[in-house]
């Protein structure tokens, strides 16, 4: 299995309706001036758009810089949402020019509405001394504002400041305490490290078969680490069966999303299977893909985001 990640102060804008599964098209400045009037009187699904059109349009498309106008008017009426949304455009340099000043600024007065992803995007900054004084103990303190709010990408960032022992002193019981927060949250990366966690003792007793349940589900949400972590577990008998089909399954469904590693150990397994069995593993692959598929559906409706990983 693939060692932990070592999240580090994942950057990340969780807006409710950042990744909606509607699709919008706006191209002209009088369609995005209309959006901001159905904004402003308190229509979400135009909220919601404008939001969206922000996050993906190029900047230089027609109606961009009226979006942006309207942006800033909603967070000098200290809206957080826009705050957020204004901060992160400055943070990534989308349609702004990048200043981490502001950009911490922005965070910082969404984060006093309790705003938990501007208190993540807050924590990143002071951790990294961008925009803000170097300050491994208040990132600490705002990563613990969001995660106790259950933001996934805190609770990751929270658990890794503790497995890599950055701004706290270094502990793994409780690291594997916050990652198992986010993987119970149904977070694929979350589970993959807990799951790395439970096959090499790291802060919980050693317990293989737990580390094949939760790298089970992190590979059936199409993570490619941990479809390549199932695959060795199946390959060796660790924690599951001694199953070859299932590995090859897996090695593949990994291969196809560039693991070179997994790869490699198909071919291993092409020397010693017979031509029924990668028959039978290919077709389980096929299965896989369209699991996969839906996974990456469920997440994009339930309108979260994850961005900015080491």
């Known amino acids: 299995m693939h060692a932990p990640r070592r ?5 990340v804008i969780a807006i409710c309706a950042l990744l909606l599964a509607c699709e919008i098209s706006v191209a002209q400045s009088q369609d995005i001036a209309g959006l901001i009037s159905r904004a402003d009187a ?29 942006l800033r008017v909603q967070a000098e009426r200290d809206e957080p949402h826009a705050e957020l ?16 000043t502001k950009a911490a600024a922005n965070y910082q007065a969404a984060a006093l509405h309790d705003d938990h992803s501007a208190q993540n995007n807050l924590a990143f900054l002071y951790q990294r001394g961008l925009g803000v004084p170097r300050d491994p103990q208040r990132a600490y303190e705002l990563y613990l504002a969001a995660a106790q709010q259950n933001d996934i990408s805190a609770l990751c960032n929270l658990a890794t400041m ?20 986010a993987a119970q949250l149904g977070d694929a990366a979350a589970q993959h490290d807990l799951a790395v966690f439970y096959a090499q003792g ?9 580390a094949a349940r939760w790298e089970e589900l992190a590979a059936r949400q199409g993570y490619r ?46 020397k010693i299977m017979t031509a029924r069995q990668i028959d039978e593993a290919r ?24 961005s900015g990983e080491e």
Request: hydrophobic letters at 45%; charged letters at 20%; proline letters at 2%.
């Open 42 to 70: 308190g229509e979400a699904a135009a909220a919601q758009q404008l939001l969206k059109f922000l996050l993906h349009a190029d900047p230089a498309a027609p109606g961009f810089d009226v979006a942006l106008a309207g």
């Open 7 to 11: 999240v580090s102060g994942a950057v």
């Open 162 to 181: 503790y497995y890599t022992g950055s701004g706290v002193a270094r502990d793994d019981t409780q690291a594997a305490r916050w990652f198992r927060a």
């Open 202 to 210: 790291i802060g919980v007793g050693a317990n293989l078969k737990e």
């Open 85 to 100: 949304l204004l901060g992160y455009l400055y943070e990534h340099r989308r349609g702004l020019p990048q200043d981490y």
């Open 225 to 270: 680490m941990a479809e390549a972590g199932l695959g060795m577990l199946y390959e060796a008998g660790r924690g599951v069966t001694l199953d070859y089909v299932s590995a090859y399954a897996w090695y593949a469904r990994a291969a196809e999303g560039g693991d070179n590693v997994a790869g490699m150990r198909l071919k291993s397994l092409a």
């Open 283 to 306: 077709r389980y692959t096929a299965s896989l893909a369209s699991s996969a598929s839906h996974a990456e559906q469920a997440k994009a409706s339930a309108g979260t985001s994850r």
